[in-house]
């Protein structure tokens, strides 16, 4: 959790050299982490797709679990934590899209948890991401990077329209239980 998108590109730079250096994609101490710092820090998504369908081609059982694994559940989280973090992060209090997946590889996800008590919702299709859906669940501030860059975010409401934001990142003021949708403007 040191590092994240927002680090300085200089950080970022040997947190990549170290991921490459160290090739700890089949190790059975430090998997449940590694896919998942991988892309917390923008490693190249193809890569860590690529690693992981290995890894599980390799060791998976059909059931999930990792064959020799002396370590239990937490090799249950390999997957999921690396596909929330490649999906959605929220990592250093900023909503982030599809922050480390390949653009041109259709996605989606649905009520995914982000930290500040919001489900997240979206889609990236074509390249475009659509469908952003937020339920604040404690009405809180959310701040989200841009899913448009360069163009402005339409606010809906509880359906209905409510405001509109520039910029690479603003904040949502939330109230509880609020549904927000967020459209390209």
């Given at each position: 959790g040191g590092l994240g998108l927002d680090s300085p590109p200089e950080l970022l730079h040997i947190a990549h050299s170290q991921i490459r250096v160290l090739n700890r994609w089949v190790d059975f101490n430090g998997m449940n982490s590694f896919y998942a710092a991988a892309a917390r820090v923008g490693y190249d998504p193809a890569i860590i797709l690529r690693e992981m369908r290995a890894m599980l081609d390799k060791l998976a059982l059909p059931n999930g679990m990792i064959r020799g694994n002396p370590h239990g559940m937490e090799h249950q989280s390999i997957v999921p934590n690396a596909l929330q973090e490649m999906l959605m992060q929220s990592h250093e209090g900023v909503l982030r899209l599809f922050p480390c997946w390949p653009r041109g590889l259709d996605a989606?996800?649905?009520?995914?948890?982000?930290?500040?008590?919001?489900?997240?919702?979206?889609?990236?299709?074509?390249?475009?991401?659509?469908?952003?859906?937020?339920?604040?669940?404690?009405?809180?501030?959310?701040?989200?990077?841009?899913?448009?860059?360069?163009?402005?975010?339409?606010?809906?409401?509880?359906?209905?329209?409510?405001?509109?934001?520039?910029?690479?990142?603003?904040?949502?003021?939330?109230?509880?239980?609020?549904?927000?949708?967020?459209?390209?403007?």
């Open positions: 989606r996800f649905g009520t995914l948890r982000a930290r500040g008590a919001v489900l997240v919702s979206a889609e990236l299709k074509g390249g475009t991401v659509r469908g952003v859906r937020i339920l604040s669940e404690r009405g809180r501030d959310c701040t989200v990077a841009n899913p448009w860059p360069g163009k402005a975010v339409r606010v809906l409401r509880n359906a209905q329209p409510a405001e509109t934001f520039s910029g690479e990142r603003f904040t949502l003021r939330t109230a509880q239980g609020e549904a927000i949708e967020l459209n390209p403007r």
